[in-house]
């Protein structure tokens, strides 16, 4: 979301995700991909809100004990909305973020709630 410009702001953050064996379960995770998004309005003041999302998708499936785990790509995606407060002068930002997921599969899912406070020095 903006920063000390008012206007709309869109972004998005793309990230994919390689891991490791896990040696303990001899198991390896697929890889992933997913991204962050939000589409806002700010203002001078620092305050700005708008719509936020992610999505999420394992791109190749699982191995347990060097055996391909069938069916174990997970997905989900939210949508929900958020407000930040970034004031022109002072280190701090505030975040808040809700989200309702959707599209859930092979995954844990339910609202989420996200409050993030950020003080740089």
């Known amino acids: ?5 008012e206007g709309f702001d869109v972004s998005a953050k793309l990230m994919y995700d390689f891991h490791t064996k896990n040696s303990d379960t ?5 890889q992933e991909f997913h ?3 939000a589409v806002g309005y700010g203002l001078q003041n620092g305050l700005s809100g708008g719509v936020v999302g992610y ?7 699982d191995e347990v004990n060097g055996v391909t785990a069938k069916d174990s790509r997970s997905e989900v995606g939210g949508i929900g909305m958020g407000i930040k407060y970034w004031p022109k002068q ?3 930002t505030m975040t ?3 989200y309702w997921e959707y ?3 092979n995954i844990a899912t339910g609202p ?6 950020t003080y740089a020095f």
Do not use: C
Request: hydrophobic share 30%; aromatic share 22%; net charge neutral.
């Open 1 to 5: 979301m903006s920063y000390l410009k």
């Open 26 to 30: 001899d198991t390896e995770p697929g």
């Open 35 to 37: 991204m962050d998004w």
């Open 55 to 61: 999505n999420y998708w394992q791109t190749t499936d």
């Open 90 to 92: 002072g280190p701090f």
């Open 96 to 98: 808040f973020k809700q």
């Open 103 to 105: 599209g859930a599969r």
């Open 112 to 117: 989420q709630t996200q409050f993030k406070f």
